[in-house]
Every structure is written in C-alpha cells, then in structure tokens.
Nanobody
Framework: QVHLVESGGGSVQAGGSLRLSCSAS????????MAWFRQGPGEEREGLAT???????IYADSVKGRFTISKDNAKNTLHLQMDRLEPADTALYYC?????????????????WGQGTQVTVSS
C-alpha cells in the first residue's frame, strides 16, 4: 500500500516563502512521476508541477518562476519550494504519484494521493 504524507504548510504573508515536503512510503524510485496539486475552496484541483525520471519537469503558468519541484531519492521525499507567495496561492496542497512515466498536470493521471497540507497567504 502506498502512503504519501505532506508537511510544511502554514500561514505566511504575501511575498514570503514556504517549502512543502511529501514523504513517500517505500522507495520513490518506483514512482516514475510525482507531482504537486492544489485545491482552493470551491475550485477544481489544479496541477502545479510535475517531475519525472531524469528530473524532467513542467510547471503550470500560474506558478512558473515562483515554485520549484525537486525530489530527494535518498530520503524518499518530494519537495515544492514556493517563493513570492500571493494570496491567490491559498489552498490545500497535495502531492501525487504514478508508477508510469508521464509529464502531466492532469489529476486523472495520478492514482496515489496524500491527504494535503494547508497553505494560507495573507495580504
């Protein structure tokens, strides 16, 4: 059974930074693709960034240049460094994983999900 556990969320003022982490059970080498999503109240779940084998990455336009996805294989951990945060970034943030290789920001391509960590950005 796969377990993904997010951490690092919190409250920050606009312009600040947070670093989210996602700890995966087992060896994350088995996940060829991992990603970060977020969902605000009453909104659809939005794909933000994905990283696949050989560290290929893609980002949503809304976070490109501000967020950085990375993976620490030795610690079985996925990270999302979030800089220059804006109130519009307030949401519940999820990590997701798939065993197949894909560079996708579609929620339907990821069968494994964490429970989420809340990020609140105040103006």
């Amino acid at each position: 059974q796969v377990h993904l556990v997010e951490s690092g969320g919190g409250s920050v003022q606009a312009g600040g930074s947070l670093r989210l982490s996602c700890s995966a059970s087992g060896n994350i080498y088995s996940f060829l693709s991992m990603a970060w999503f977020r969902q605000g109240p009453g909104e659809e779940r939005e794909g933000l960034a994905t990283i696949a084998t050989h560290d290929s990455t893609i980002y949503a336009d809304s976070v490109k240049g501000r967020f950085t996805i990375s993976k620490d294989n030795a610690k079985n951990t996925l990270h999302l460094q979030m800089d220059r945060l804006e109130p519009a970034d307030t949401a519940l943030y999820y990590c997701a994983a798939a065993r197949g290789w894909r560079l996708s920001l579609s929620r339907y391509d990821y069968p494994y999900w964490g429970q989420g960590t809340q990020v609140t950005v105040s103006s």
